[in-house]
Nanobody, 121 residues
Framework: QVQLVESGGGLVQSGGSLRLSCGASRRTLNIYAIAWVRQAPGKERERVSCISNIDDRTYYADSVAGRFTISRDNAEGTVYLQMNDLKPEDTAVYYC??????????????WGQGTQVTVSS
């Protein structure tokens, strides 16, 4: 059974920072690439970032490139998403998910419960 638990969301002013955490297990991180996917009301789901379990290669959506950084700590079984220079349009529920076929495909198998990020202007 794969379990993912997000934490770190909250309310922040525009220009601020947050760090999201995705707690998994070392076994999960060894097997799966992990993606951060966000869902805002009325908008399509968007993958903001992904990190490979093979070579730690990272991927970012254009909307967050240069502001967000994904990383993983295999010993801790945790994937992080450092979010800097946050904007109101970053407001969404953020989910971590296991990526089927790695980061090259936009398909996910297991999901966490999500954490709300709200950026005020």
């Amino acid at each position: 059974q794969v379990q993912l638990v997000e934490s770190g969301g909250g309310l922040v002013q525009s220009g601020g920072s947050l760090r999201l955490s995705c707690g998994a297990s070392r076994r999960t991180l060894n097997i799966y690439a992990i993606a951060w996917v966000r869902q805002a009301p009325g908008k399509e789901r968007e993958r903001v970032s992904c990190i490979s379990n093979i070579d730690d290669r990272t991927y970012y959506a254009d909307s967050v490139a240069g502001r967000f950084t994904i990383s993983r700590d295999n010993a801790e079984g945790t994937v992080y998403l450092q979010m800097n220079d946050l904007k109101p349009e970053d407001t969404a529920v953020y989910y971590c998910a296991t990526a089927v076929y790695g980061c090259v495909r936009y398909e996910y198998q297991y999901w966490g419960q999500g954490t709300q990020v709200t950026v005020s202007s």
